[in-house]
């Protein structure tokens, strides 16, 4: 009798959530872009090795997607956010 496993992918291995990449939408750059409201070549530079904190994403070969709806995405962006005064919030 074989058993189910339920594998559970984290884009990145600090994550304190864990959410089946299957249950995100995979985007590609110009989607990211699109709804952060940046310029795609932005998204590209921070999914960059030599960039120092990369936008967690997803390498299938030579093409990058996002997990939209991640935990992952979704604390990346939030680490971004400042105060009134200019600062990061920690």
């Not at 939408?25 to 699109?34: F, G, K, M, T």
Request: hydrophobic share 30%; with cysteine; aromatic share 8%.
């Amino acid at each position: 009798m074989s058993t189910k496993v339920d594998k559970r992918i984290r884009m990145t291995p600090n994550a304190e959530e864990t959410t089946p990449i299957s249950r995100c939408e995979i985007i590609d750059s110009a989607e990211l872009a699109r709804r952060w409201n940046v310029p795609e070549t932005w998204i590209r530079e921070y999914t960059r090795c030599r960039t120092q904190n990369t936008i967690p994403h997803i390498r299938l070969g030579r093409y990058v997607r996002f997990a939209w709806g991640s935990p992952d995405l979704d604390h990346w962006l939030q680490q971004r956010r400042v105060n009134g005064d200019g600062r990061r919030r920690v």
